[in-house]
């Protein structure tokens, strides 16, 4: 599943050629993907200059002349993928099946963007601009990591009182944006957390150390490209390799790259965690 940094990665692969281009055409090939389509969508798109693509949380918004916010998100195995225009290099598609290609733009300058949906749990909607901040699926959302708004003080307050796991206290969107299942377990690691530990425990002396090792990790991530555990490529077609920088998600049974302690899984509110013993307390 894409998680922020992959998200960023696409964000940042479709800015070029979406940004200050005009949509000329819109090819929708089914009624929905998770949701319906909005009513007219392809119209809707049609003639309209993508003025800015910006993201929040996992979720892409790509302002639009008509004052509207295209909002997309990709769910478990959306992708992207650019064709055409100067970036005819990245035509391979490997392994991309043409019959999930639920939405194809084309840009006034050449470029083909296809969404590529197997599983159809990503969804496109639009929402006025100025009141994107009353969009409802973004409304309850926490700050983002690498934002002003996310610190250590941030974190002594919104979880003092709180008796979840930290585990599941850092996947709850309300308490940080965006912030998924293989993050969250590597930065509990790099802050020698525990991920059972009682969320109440954490302000003081760990929030310090956890709050800048979750910017840490997201911006690794991002730098590197965006992770591609399952089926995801950048909008370019590239896959990402943050992957082989893991140093507990996925690793079941190998060594701690600190202390060389084997590290262990566990399943916490229906998710994985993987977990030093021995380092994080
Ligand atoms: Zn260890």
Not at 18 to 38: H, T
Not at 81 to 106: E, K, M
Not at 258 to 280: E, N
């Amino acid at each position: 599943m894409p998680e922020l940094p992959e998200v960023e990665t696409v964000r940042r692969g479709l800015a070029p050629v979406l940004e200050g281009r005009r949509i000329v055409s819109v090819k929708q090939n089914r009624p929905d993907l998770r949701f319906p389509f909005p009513e007219n969508f392809a119209k809707r798109l049609k003639g309209q200059t993508v003025i800015r693509l910006g993201r929040r949380a996992k979720f892409l918004a790509a302002e639009l002349s008509s004052g509207e916010v295209l909002v997309m998100h990709l769910g478990m195995t959306g992708r992207f993928t650019v064709s055409g225009g100067q970036l005819a290099a990245f035509h391979h598609q490997t392994g991309t099946d043409r019959v999930h290609d639920h939405v194809v733009l084309t840009t006034d300058d050449g470029h083909t963007i296809t969404y590529n949906d197997p599983r159809r749990f990503g969804f496109m909607e639009l929402w006025p601009a100025q009141s994107f901040e009353a969009y409802p699926r973004l409304i309850a959302m926490g700050p983002e990591p690498l934002s002003n708004r996310f610190s250590a003080a941030y974190l002594d307050e919104t979880l003092k009182g709180k008796k979840a796991p930290i585990k599941a206290a850092l996947l709850d969107q309300s308490v940080i944006a965006g912030l998924g299942n293989i993050y969250v377990c590597e930065a509990l690691w790099r802050a020698k957390i525990s991920p059972k530990r009682l969320s109440a425990s954490i302000p003081g002396k760990r929030a310090a150390r956890l709050a800048p090792v979750i910017n840490e990790v997201i911006a690794e991530a991002i730098e590197a490209g965006g992770s591609s555990i399952s089926d995801f490529a950048s909008a370019s077609g590239e896959l990402g390799y943050f992957q082989h920088r893991f140093a507990v998600y996925d690793r079941e049974g190998e060594a701690c790259p600190a202390c060389g302690t084997t590290i262990r899984r566990l399943v916490q509110s229906g998710r994985s965690t993987f977990y030093c013993p021995d380092c994080q307390r």
